[in-house]
């Protein structure tokens, strides 16, 4: 569905991505990972076309078979792609059914809009009790449901989600991640970038490591959580590597 090749994006005089190349099959839950400043969120933006520069420095992007890396963001969505950036970004004056009908600002569909809104507030059940509220009035867990609903109003064949647990608890985190694998079943392909990387790993069929602008792995979930590497400084668990390491360098400091 989508095939990113050799993208190198810049800001001013620093590369934020090195030659990143990745593919998202259709139907897939797809999860880039990595540590803050790792090119993820930039990695989104470029798809979009959200950057300040017109397009990438190099490579290529295509959407089911055609090259948006060129078009402006208004096609992109058009063709199916949808994106819930990092802090949710919701319109906070203007009400819950406001943020969701510009959503549908693409479409002209006016009972299909209403047929998605129903859709929409079944799987936010707590988005219709609140739709004559104001959005900026919301929760942080409301707000991110908010976001999601009003990027699937557009009907996307692809949902691109940056951080959708960010600062969330974890029974809320839980909720919305149920949320996006119901999602996904009804044939919505998802990319997501997550720093709860136990969270992304469970739900995710695939998955990327990203550090420093580049892909370190690429690897299906069950394989990657066995990884030592991944363990110790995804996942925070103590592999057995790294307690021999961490009792050698205390008989060390001990005899000093």
Same mark, same amino acid.
């Given at each position: 569905? $989508?095939?990113?090749?050799?993208?190198?994006?810049?800001?001013?005089?620093?590369? &934020?991505?090195?030659?990143?190349?990745?593919?998202?099959?259709? !139907?897939?839950?797809?999860?880039?990972?990595?540590?803050?400043?790792?090119?993820?969120?930039?990695? $989104?933006?470029?798809?979009?076309?959200?950057?300040?520069?017109?397009?990438?420095?190099?490579?290529?992007?295509?959407?089911?078979?055609?090259?948006?890396?060129?078009?402006?963001?208004?096609?992109?969505?058009?063709?199916?792609?949808?994106?819930?950036?990092?802090?949710?970004?919701?319109?906070?004056?203007?009400?819950?059914?406001?943020?969701?009908?510009?959503? &549908?600002?693409?479409?002209?569909?006016?009972? !299909?809009?209403?047929?998605?809104?129903?859709?929409?507030?079944?799987?936010?059940?707590?988005?219709?009790?609140?739709?004559?509220?104001?959005?900026?009035?919301?929760? !942080?867990?409301?707000?991110?449901?908010?976001?999601?609903?009003?990027?699937?109003?557009?009907?996307?064949?692809?949902?691109?989600?940056?951080?959708?647990?960010?600062?969330?608890?974890?029974?809320?985190?839980?909720?919305?991640?149920?949320?996006?694998?119901?999602?996904?079943?009804?044939?919505?392909?998802?990319?997501?970038?997550?720093?709860?990387?136990?969270?992304? $790993?469970?739900?995710?069929?695939?998955?990327?490591?990203?550090?420093?602008?580049?892909?370190?792995? &690429?690897?299906?979930?069950?394989?990657?959580?066995?990884?030592?590497?991944?363990?110790?400084?995804? $996942?925070?668990?103590?592999?057995?590597?790294?307690?021999?390491?961490?009792?050698?360098?205390?008989?060390?400091?001990?005899?000093?």
């Amino acid at each position: 569905m $989508l095939s990113v090749k050799n993208i190198e994006t810049w800001y001013d005089l620093i590369r &934020a991505l090195h030659g990143i190349s990745f593919e998202v099959k259709q !139907g897939d839950i797809v999860a880039l990972l990595g540590s803050n400043g790792a090119g993820k969120t930039t990695m $989104l933006k470029t798809i979009m076309r959200l950057l300040e520069d017109d397009q990438p420095e190099k490579g290529t992007i295509e959407f089911m078979g055609k090259r948006i890396d060129r078009m402006d963001t208004d096609q992109i969505v058009r063709l199916g792609i949808s994106y819930v950036p990092e802090g949710r970004e919701v319109f906070p004056e203007l009400t819950v059914m406001e943020n969701i009908l510009m959503g &549908a600002y693409t479409r002209n569909d006016r009972s !299909g809009v209403k047929s998605d809104m129903e859709k929409i507030f079944r799987h936010f059940p707590i988005l219709e009790k609140r739709k004559t509220q104001e959005a900026g009035h919301l929760s !942080g867990g409301e707000q991110q449901m908010l976001a999601i609903g009003r990027a699937l109003m557009s009907r996307p064949k692809l949902l691109m989600l940056d951080e959708p647990s960010l600062g969330l608890s974890p029974l809320l985190t839980k909720e919305i991640f149920t949320i996006i694998k119901n999602i996904n079943q009804e044939g919505v392909t998802i990319l997501l970038v997550e720093q709860n990387v136990n969270m992304a $790993l469970k739900y995710s069929n695939y998955a990327f490591l990203m550090e420093n602008g580049r892909i370190l792995r &690429a690897d299906k979930p069950e394989v990657l959580r066995e990884d030592e590497d991944v363990k110790e400084f995804y $996942l925070g668990i103590a592999t057995e590597q790294s307690i021999k390491g961490y009792k050698r360098y205390r008989r060390k400091v001990r005899f000093r």
